[in-house]
Nanobody, 123 residues
Framework: QVQLVESGGGLVQAGGSLRLSCAAS????????MGWFRQAPGKEREFVAAISRSGVATYYADSVKGRLTISRDNAKNTVYLQMNSLKPEATAVYYC????????????????WGQGTQVTVSS
């Protein structure tokens, strides 16, 4: 099992940057593929980015390519989401999640979720 805690959210102006962190408990963090998802008010939760166990492979939603970067530090049991050139439509609660399968975009394949961190981008 793994427990996930996100941090780093906040209020930022359009064009600004934020780095989200997701700290995992337990000694098996490196055995999980990790993903970031977001949920805007009134909308369904959607995939943002994923990273493989080793960090070699990454995958992004088309809407965020070039502006967001996912990375991980297995020694620190932490996955990151660097967000640059933020737009107001990025306003959402951001969740990290862990999966034992490289299913990337499928919410159902992620068995562990954090509580989320709010990101608000003002125009």
């Amino acid at each position: 099992q793994v427990q996930l805690v996100e941090s780093g959210g906040g209020l930022v102006q359009a064009g600004g940057s934020l780095r989200l962190s997701c700290a995992a408990s337990g000694r098996t963090f490196s055995s999980y593929h990790m993903g970031w998802f977001r949920q805007a008010p009134g909308k369904e939760r959607e995939f943002v980015a994923a990273i493989s166990r080793s960090g070699v492979a990454t995958y992004y939603a088309d809407s965020v390519k070039g502006r967001l970067t996912i990375s991980r530090d297995n020694a620190k049991n932490t996955v990151y989401l660097q967000m640059n050139s933020l737009k107001p439509e990025a306003t959402a609660v951001y969740y990290c999640a862990a999966s034992s399968r490289w299913s990337v975009t499928s919410l159902d394949e992620y068995g562990y979720w954090g509580q989320g961190t709010q990101v608000t981008v003002s125009s």
